[in-house]
């Protein structure tokens, strides 16, 4: 089994997220970055279909310097292979451009199956996983939260999920790109010491070249959301709180 | 049909259309009327009979009928779709931004040269271009976009216009067809549907529910919270993130993916308020949050919000209550 799984960097929404003057893009020296949370749930189940068949996982990590400290952690988590991919800061959340920069050297790595996650949090379009199948004309589903190959590694069987807790059950040709909601497992923990340990020893191979041009999404302006209600905020310490929750619970005749 | 229409692709299940059919009925009702551009909804089923009477609020509904349309099938529905919104030709298709919608997206925008716009809470045309509203970056911004009024795909937000608007006192004009478009060998085969086991509790039916977001930080920390909810004689659920890490079972979960609740109380201790999660308990009589992050989206969907450290409320606020249950 050959995996690869696509890593994007993310901005971090537990920071504050603050809007450039141009007033439709993020202020790129306020934003930190994260591995987007599925993208990880899509490295643990690749790392997981490793254990289980003989194979390879190759991680690419898209974005600025931040995606190479994803790789290392990658890497530190057994993924065998890492693949740096820049991609400038105006490009970053744009499946579109993504999807076009990297179907060629997907097509050409000869995966039986790219994993990404479902979705990414700085994503206005149709996402990454349909758009990159579309252009390498495999097939594609999402929202999984189970992969299991055939031994003969020729197809899938996935569990794609549905509202209320329901399951479909899908089999899949292969190759296939699947875009993954949650890994069996969560994803694992590997403590510093080992991605220090992999960041010295590291080698990325690196996906060069200019960003293809490819119409995406126009962003006119970002905005804070300005809802018509906004909660009635309660005042004072933990006991003051406490004191007015449960004059609210007892009001409500819930007690 | 004329240029500039709008499409609704409608989501059904087993004869019933899904919730978000009419809301995105809703949006393309609105939006028909302010356009003066014909409304179609286009539903792709094994079963034509029990849809064909309903009083939706388009202006013609197009059922493609074939036994391969059953079960949801990623490949056969973007092929159909492909093929019927290539001769219909319309300004705007809308989309679920659902577990279906999301997987059609890609390859109809490629296979169709439209633009697909995602998360959009709100939609208008101005000129040749679809306006949209989205969410972004987990609630916490929105993006207003635009993309040519060509084919472009817009995914809805659950939730987004309201249902009813999604019908109207009389039925649209019904036209039958075959499922053309099939032709090819499939690469992918639906095998079944998996029910969700009937597990300890049933959220929808507990009146008081506490939810645990990542904030609660540690799977022992939900002992406390589950204090707290007998305390409250009410049941703790939760956010995917929590559920995903193994602490609680996939029968508590919320959201999207999960329940939809309408408790008479949702305590929600340490939830950012990301639209997955909202999407399944914004209907609940009474909502309390509490989150350290006084700009958690959260707080627009509650009633009542509070951010001290949810740790040092719990124990208090669980003593108070036993202590108001015992004054009694």
């Not at chain 1, 105006?90 to 060629?104: I, P, Q």
């Not at chain 1, 790595?109 to 990404?116: K, N």
């Not at chain 1, 939260?145 to 209320?164: F, N, T």
């Not at chain 2, 003066?36 to 197009?62: E, I, M, Q, S, Y």
Request: charge should be neutral; include cysteine.
């Amino acid at each position: 089994m050959k995996a690869a799984v696509i890593l994007r960097q993310v901005p971090d929404v537990v920071e504050e997220l603050v809007i450039a003057e141009d007033g439709r893009s993020l202020s790129e020296d306020d934003v930190m970055y994260i591995t987007n949370e599925l993208d990880e749930h899509a490295l643990e189940q690749a790392l997981l279909l490793k254990a289980r068949h003989t194979g390879t996982v190759t991680a690419i990590g898209l974005g600025g310097d931040a995606a190479r400290d994803a790789l290392a952690t990658s890497v530190a988590k057994g993924a065998d292979e890492a693949v740096f991919v820049p991609i400038d800061f105006a490009a970053r959340g744009d499946n579109c451009v993504l999807s076009a920069h990297l179907a060629a050297a997907l097509k050409a790595g000869g995966y039986d199956v790219v994993l990404t996650g479902v979705y990414a949090t700085d994503q206005l379009d149709a996402g990454l996983g349909g758009l990159l199948a579309a252009r390498l004309g495999i097939p594609y589903v999402g929202g999984l939260s189970g992969v299991q190959l055939d031994a003969g590694g020729r197809k899938a069987v996935v569990h794609k999920e549905y509202p209320g807790g329901r399951l479909g059950v899908m089999e899949v040709d292969l190759p296939a790109v699947l875009g993954i909601q949650s890994a069996e497992q969560p994803p694992r923990y590997v403590p510093v010491s080992k991605v220090m340990q992999a960041r010295r020893t590291l080698r990325v191979k690196e996906l060069k070249g200019p960003l293809p041009q490819v119409a995406g999404v126009t962003v006119r302006k970002l905005l804070k959301p300005e809802s018509s209600a906004h909660a009635k905020m309660l005042e004072g310490d933990e006991d003051a709180v406490a004191g007015q929750i449960v004059n609210l619970v007892k009001e409500r005749g819930l007690l | 049909m004329s240029p500039g229409g709008i499409v609704v692709v409608a989501e059904q299940e087993k004869g019933e259309l899904a919730d978000i059919t009419l809301e995105m009925l809703a949006c393309g009702r609105e939006t028909a009327d302010r356009t003066g551009w014909p409304l179609t909804c286009l539903l792709l089923t094994d079963r034509a009979a029990p849809f064909k009477a309903l009083p939706l609020a388009a202006d013609r509904l197009v059922i493609v009928e074939d036994p391969s349309l059953g079960a949801f099938n990623p490949e056969v529905h973007a092929r159909v779709l492909a093929h019927h919104l290539k001769a219909m030709a319309p300004a705007l298709v809308l989309l679920g931004n659902t577990a279906t919608g999301m997987d059609l997206a890609g390859p109809l925008s490629l296979l169709l040269g439209g633009m697909a716009v995602s998360g959009c809470v709100r939609v208008a045309v101005e000129g040749d271009a679809v306006v949209a509203t989205s969410r972004l970056y987990g609630g916490k911004l929105l993006a207003q976009t635009s993309v040519p009024a060509a084919l472009a795909l817009v995914l809805l937000m659950p939730g987004s216009y309201p249902r009813q608007k999604g019908m109207r006192d009389r039925a649209p004009k019904v036209e039958v067809q075959g499922g053309a478009g099939l032709a090819g060998p499939l690469r992918v085969r639906p095998k079944g549907i998996i029910e969700p086991k009937a597990e300890d509790v049933d959220l929808r039916k507990v009146p008081v529910l506490v939810a645990a977001g990542r904030g609660v930080q540690t799977k022992d920390n939900l002992r406390m919270i589950e204090d707290l909810a007998r305390t409250l004689g009410g049941a703790v659920c939760a956010t995917r993130p929590v559920v995903d890490q193994g602490w609680l079972p996939r029968s508590r979960q919320v959201g999207r993916s999960g329940v939809t609740v309408k408790p008479r109380l949702y305590l929600a201790l340490g939830i950012s308020g990301a639209p997955e999660h909202v999407e399944g308990m914004k209907d609940s009589d009474l909502v309390v949050a509490v989150n350290t992050d006084a700009s958690a989206p959260i707080f627009d969907v509650a009633h009542y919000g509070a951010t001290v450290d949810l740790l040092d409320l719990i124990p208090v606020l669980t003593e108070k209550l036993k202590a108001a249950k015992g004054g009694k």
